[in-house]
Every structure is written in C-alpha cells, then in structure tokens.
C-alpha cells in the first residue's frame, strides 16, 4: 500500500522546524553558480558562460543529479552498458543515464525510451530533486507528479523558480533548483548539503567560503612551466590577486596560485617574509613550522618542508624567502634574492635574541621587533651600536645575497583630502598596492586601507613617511595618529575622585577608575592627580593598565545604526568603526551587547571622538530599553 503524503509532510514540518533558516541571507544569482561550480554540479563552457537561458534536456539534466549526488564523483565518463535503446553505451551522457537508473533517480518512458535530447520538463526536474532528497514514489499517494509538486513547495524548492510543472527547464531553473537543494531537509530530516560532506553555518546557510577553499587545489609557484601544472586553459580564468579581481597579467613571478577547474578561478597571494631561518620544529628531519625574521610559521607544503629539512637546501642562519599562501602559511621556499627589496615599518621594541649560525653555533644579538606595512610583523638583528628605540620609523633593506640592513627612516610628507573613493589624496593617487600604516611614538600600529581614509583631510603633521612609485602614486604611507583607531573605546563604570583640602598647604588628588574594554574589566589608579572624568563612554590612549591619557567622547542620539554608518536624529549620517562596541545601559550598570540585539527597544547614542574629515568614528552605542 501507498503511503499518504499527508503523514509526511507533517513529519517534515516537525523535522524541519529543528533545523536553521535555510535561506536567511539574501544571495545572488553569481551567488548560486559560484556555489554549485565549487561543489563540480553545475558549470559553465570553456568561456565560463553558464547559458542560463538554454533549455536543459533530460541528458543534461541528469548529468546534473550524478553531479549533485553523494556518489557522483565516483561516475566516469564511458561506460560498456547502453542504459536504454536511445542511449548508447557511445552516447556521452549513458555513464550518468546508468548511474541515475542504478540509483532509482530517473526512468524512462512507458515505450522504454529515456528521451535524452528532449527538454526535461519541471515536474520531472522535481522528481529527480526529491529522489536526491531520500523519496521513491511509494511515499507519495495520488497521481503523480502531485505529492513530488507539494514537497516541492513545502521544502522551497521553489524559491526563484516562476516556471510551471509543465514548462520546459532552463539551466537558469535548474540551479535555482539544485541551490535550493542544497538547504532542504532530507527524508530523513537533515540538510542535504550534509549527505554530500559539508556541514551548514550555524544560521543554517551556505558556507560560500568553506565550499571555495575545498574547491582549491595548489598551490602552484608562478615560476617555470606553472601554466602546465593548472588542469584548465588560465587565459579564460577569473583572476583574483590578494583577494581583489585582477587580470592575468597581474600575476608576478612567485605569486603562490590556487584554482579551480570547475570554477575557472585562480587566487593569487604574492605575500613573502625574508630574514633569517632561525628554527624549525618539531624538528629538522620532519618540520611543520618554522621561524623567519623572529616570526613563526606553519609549513603547508611537502616542497616547502623538504627545502627546510635537514635534507634540503637551506640550514638555520640562511637568509631565506618565504613564499606565503592563503592561510599564511609557506607554501614554497625561494632564493633570497626572491625577496629583495625594501621594508617599512615602526619599531616595537628592542630586546636580545638568541639567533644560530650557519655552523649551529649559538649567538645572541640585540633585535628590533618591527610592525610592517604589510600588516606583518618582523624581527631582525641590529648592528651592535644601533641606537633605534620603539616608536621609531625604519625601512629594512634587504639585499640580493639576503643581508638585511635596519635604518632609521626619513623622508618626504604629503598632505590634502583624500576622495570619497579612497583613491587619491589630493591629487596625488594611491598605487593599487599600497600600504598604509597609523602610529604613534610608543610603537603602537594598525594596518589601514584605503577606504578607511575616504573623505578625511590629512595635514603634514598627520604623516610621519610618504613614499611614492615610479609612476608618482603613493605606494607607503606611514601615519602619526591619524585615525584614532589605535586607541581603545569602551566605558567607564567606576568613577573615584576626591580632592582633600590641607589647611596651608597644597590639596591632594586621588583618582580611581574601572573601565569596560569589550566585555573585559580594567581599573588604573592615579595618585597626586584626578582626570575629571564621569561615567559612561570614553577613548583610552597607551596601554589598558596605565594609561597615558582618557577621554569622554562626544554623543549624539540615533535613529539608527548599521555595520557602516550610523544615522543621528537630526538625520545627518556618521561612520561607524567596524570595531564599534555596543552596550545596554540598564540599572546603571553597563551590559555588553551586539547592534542586531538592540535595533529594537532601544533608544540609542552614539559616541564619536571627533569628526569623520578628522577620521573620527562612532566608537561605542549605548543602548537603553524603551
């Protein structure tokens, strides 16, 4: 006997209400197609074009299924067996056409022809959907395709799909259908995407960057025949280099390369580190990681341990080049000369550091730990009556042979507005690589893009270095404070200051404070002096512990708030810090909290330390209950 459809929706409702959202975020149509060409289920020709707007036949169609099933990839491309008369164990899609039979996928018609060439209709795409999904047609009662069709709905199967059950598939319809797939509870009532090996988020949607990275194979060096190595035409690929869309003439020799056949991508990473190999663990006849220019790194090719081995060619007290990859991690070890050339930065600090020669002799030499504009930081031996200090500027050049000389830094300054686009500063334009980095005298540095400078005017005395490329772009830019983002922000909850009068002689001062620095507590007492601060948001300067200096910042009261900007009652808009934090106030006692959890029921304030053409932020929001 049938069962009936009803019992099983039900059950799906019950199972399904256990599982996440599944389509809580709004995504794109290049959305889909990149998802379902790193998962190899659906891709486009030899150009990348997915012919969206072409009618899918039922041959294609099935291709489809193998390549969205758990057992696809074990699916070659020939096969010995014709599945049906129409399909030839010749014809190129009989390998899919006898899987999708094997598997009770597909069927042919009551003539016992498959049909390949004709268009596959939704109501039969359907079909072969909630088969992936765990049903044979014994689980539904009625005529068919009526229960297939309820499911279907029930699961949103449909989402982006306006055809009716009759009408013919694009390929347009089918990843629509195979994307929404992806998200639906099986029979048994988990998510499909699991049965193929791949968890959701947590908010039960797509992981878009996990799917990428196992889609990724390499690493490859850009050096010799690198093109040989790809199992794709790289001239018809998408090309991205340090995360931004590039063209294949970007690409420079050592760039580390990953792809992806089925997405037609490359991904491109041209980070290097040169210094001095100093160690490796956990040990030299089997290195997982290993120390250059005092930093440590995970080895993540066999190619690369073996060069760090005690086989290879490089030994502790070699200047090496480390060619990083997407993680960070050394995916290749070049010739020193690789990484020639020339480094900026602010030193951190100053101490002795125990370094190995090229005869495994012990040494130990006083070392400057260095923030880079790379965003990296680095450590490298001084001459030994080198008098730098932290909060110093240096550039560290190294030297074809690999020798690195550390100097102090001077140079030329630059000043004017930078655009709203955060391309030029004045009317100088900033080169597609350059790296910005905000200091101060302490050593204290941040990173900073471009962007974070759009619409700021910068005076002399906000930069510390400017150096600019042969075509007269900016390419390093070094600045002293600039943007505020070195300063913490949080709240103060614990105000103490008493100020005791000595009849004929002078009054003492005695200042206690305890702040809130996202979600950790900190308190600083100031003896013989009191900072004539109250409670409530305020900018800290120096280190948590001691601070070299407080400061309440400015509000004003919102009426709303997101990632980026944040809009005051007056209806003027203001930039949000994407380090914001937000607290509830409630019973006088502040509650760290998230912008999602307060968008309603909540009055809001913002606090700013000063203007957005200074660089200023919102900082912190306090939120209290309505």
């Not at 797939?181 to 099986?186: D, I, Q, Y």
């Not at 550390?406 to 004017?416: E, F, K």
């Not at 100020?499 to 600083?524: E, N, R």
Request: net charge negative; proline share 4%.
């Amino acid at each position: 006997m049938k069962k009936r459809i009803l019992p099983i929706l039900l059950s799906l409702a019950l199972s399904a209400s256990l599982l996440p959202a599944a389509h809580a975020a709004q995504v794109t149509t290049a959305d889909m197609a990149q998802v379902l060409a790193a998962l190899d289920i659906m891709t486009g020709n030899e150009e990348g074009d997915l012919m969206l707007s072409r009618q899918v036949t039922r041959a294609e169609f099935t291709k489809l299924v193998i390549a969205a099933s758990p057992r696809g990839k074990n699916v070659g491309a020939t096969t010995t067996v014709s599945p049906y008369p129409d399909v030839p164990y010749t014809h190129w899609a009989a390998p899919y056409v006898e899987a999708a039979v094997a598997a009770g996928y597909v069927n042919g018609n009551v003539y016992g022809y498959f049909e390949p060439d004709r268009s596959i209709t939704l109501q039969e795409g359907v079909t072969m959907a909630v088969r992936l999904l765990g049903y044979s047609d014994s689980d539904f009662s009625g005529a068919w395709p009526a229960g297939q069709m309820a499911l279907y709905y029930k699961e949103d199967l449909d989402e982006g799909i306006t055809i009716g059950q009759t009408s013919a598939m694009t390929r347009q319809d089918a990843m629509y259908l195979f994307y929404n797939l992806l998200t639906a509870a099986t029979k048994t009532g988990t998510p499909y995407l699991t049965s193929l090996g791949y968890p959701l988020t947590a908010a039960g949607e797509i992981d878009r960057v996990g799917l990428i990275n196992a889609a990724m194979n390499g690493p490859v060096v850009m050096e010799g025949d690198w093109r040989g190595k790809i199992n794709f035409d790289v001239d018809t690929a998408t090309v991205y280099r340090g995360g931004s869309l590039a063209t294949l003439a970007a690409l420079q020799p050592n760039d580390v390369i990953y792809y992806s056949a089925s997405m037609r991508t490359l991904w491109a990473y041209s980070n290097k580190v040169t210094g001095l190999y100093q160690a490796v663990s956990p040990s030299a006849a089997s290195p997982q990681a290993v120390t250059v220019a005092g930093k440590t790194y995970s080895i993540e090719t066999a190619e690369a341990a073996y060069a760090l081995s005690n086989l290879g060619a490089y030994k502790t007290g070699d200047t090496v080049t480390l060619l990083l990859g997407r993680d960070g991690q050394v995916a290749a070890v070049a010739s020193s000369a690789a990484g020639s050339g020339t480094l900026y930065g602010v030193v951190q600090a100053v101490t002795d550091a125990a370094y190995t020669d090229q005869s495994g002799n012990s040494y130990t030499a006083k070392t400057a730990l260095i923030a880079a504009t790379d965003g990296q930081t680095y450590s490298y031996p001084l001459d030994a009556g080198s008098s730098l200090k932290a909060g110093n500027l240096v550039q560290v050049a190294v030297a074809d042979r690999g020798d690195a000389k550390v100097s102090r830094l001077s140079g030329s300054s630059i000043s004017g507005k930078v655009n709203a686009a955060g391309t030029q500063i004045g009317s100088t334009k900033f080169a597609e690589d350059v790296e910005i980095l905000d200091t101060d005298g302490t050593g204290a540095a941040v990173k900073l893009y471009p962007s974070r400078l759009a619409g700021m005017s910068l005076e002399s005395g906000d930069v510390r270095y400017c150096r600019k490329n042969a075509n007269g772009e900016v390419d390093v830019l070094i600045l002293d404070d600039a943007t505020g983002d070195l300063c913490a922000y949080g709240v103060l909850t614990e105000v103490n200051e008493t100020v005791t009068p000595i009849p004929g002689s002078i009054s003492t001062f005695y200042g206690a404070y305890q702040y809130d620095i996202g979600g950790q507590t900190y308190g600083f007492v100031k003896e013989n002096g009191i900072l004539n601060l109250s409670k409530g948001p305020v900018q800290i300067k120096g280190s948590l512990a001691s601070p070299e200096k407080m400061t309440t910042l400015r509000s004003a009261r919102l009426t709303g708030a997101d990632a980026s900007v944040a809009t005051f009652s007056n209806g003027d808009t203001f930039p949000m810090w994407d380090q914001a934090a937000v607290y509830v106030l409630e019973n006088n006692t502040y509650r760290l909290s998230s912008l999602d959890r307060v968008r309603t029921g909540h009055s809001l304030t913002g606090y700013y330390d000063k203007a957005a053409i200074e660089g200023g932020r919102i900082r912190v929001i306090v939120a209290k209950p309505i």
